[in-house]
């Protein structure tokens, strides 16, 4: 019961957006509760280069699609359009309102696309976590390879960001397909 209560007071504030970070809201995500206590509600950039079958794979694990979130224009290093709740003044990073509504709780992990600072600059900014790596979903994010104002060729990355260090180690072990090592390693360090 306590578990849909959360989720609850979770969508009721996605609706209200105060800080007018959320596009859309899912609130039938809640009916995950029912056939899963375990559930986390993820929220996603409002952006073509995150694929369905992302969200699909994280849905067997028990995340849900809770939110599409507002991102700055173009792509732009400062949102115009949002406020830092901690600070007031502009957010940073066109994944401004994926990492906002993790930072009030609306989520509890949020996916966002960076190319050269647009979740881990976002994440940074409202005291959260944040983690990228080119090899999530690394085949589907080559057909978005762009070239920069310089003339250097990059391809986005797909990002993570949580108030939840262990989150992101889960859904980054999800999504890469590693194996996590229960016991620890035992270092052993030479004698000087």
């Not at 849900?64 to 359009?81: F, P, Y």
């Not at 060729?153 to 992101?168: A, E, K, M, N, V």
Request: proline share 5%; glycine share 8%; with cysteine.
């Amino acid at each position: 019961m306590n578990q849909i209560i959360r989720h609850a007071q979770q969508t009721f504030l996605a609706m209200k957006d105060p800080y007018h970070s959320v596009e859309k809201v899912y609130p039938q995500a809640i009916h995950a509760v029912e056939e899963c206590e375990d559930i986390h509600y993820i929220g996603i950039k409002n952006v073509v280069q995150i694929p369905l079958s992302l969200i699909k794979k994280l849905k067997k694990h028990g995340y849900e699609l809770h939110t599409i979130d507002r991102c700055s224009i173009n792509g732009r290093a400062v949102d115009m359009q949002i406020k830092n709740p901690i600070t007031g003044n502009r957010m940073t990073g066109s994944s401004s309102g994926t990492a906002i509504n993790v930072f009030l709780g609306i989520n509890d992990l949020g996916i966002g696309t960076d190319g050269g600072g647009s979740v881990l600059a976002p994440a940074m900014s409202v005291q959260c976590y944040g983690f990228i790596s080119p090899m999530i979903e690394q085949e589907h994010m080559k057909q978005y390879e762009k070239y920069s104002t310089d003339g250097l060729c990059f391809t986005p990355s797909i990002g993570f960001i949580s108030r939840d260090l262990g989150l992101i180690k889960e859904v980054a072990t999800i999504c890469l397909g590693l194996q996590i090592r229960e016991t620890p390693v035992k270092v052993i360090c030479p004698e000087f």
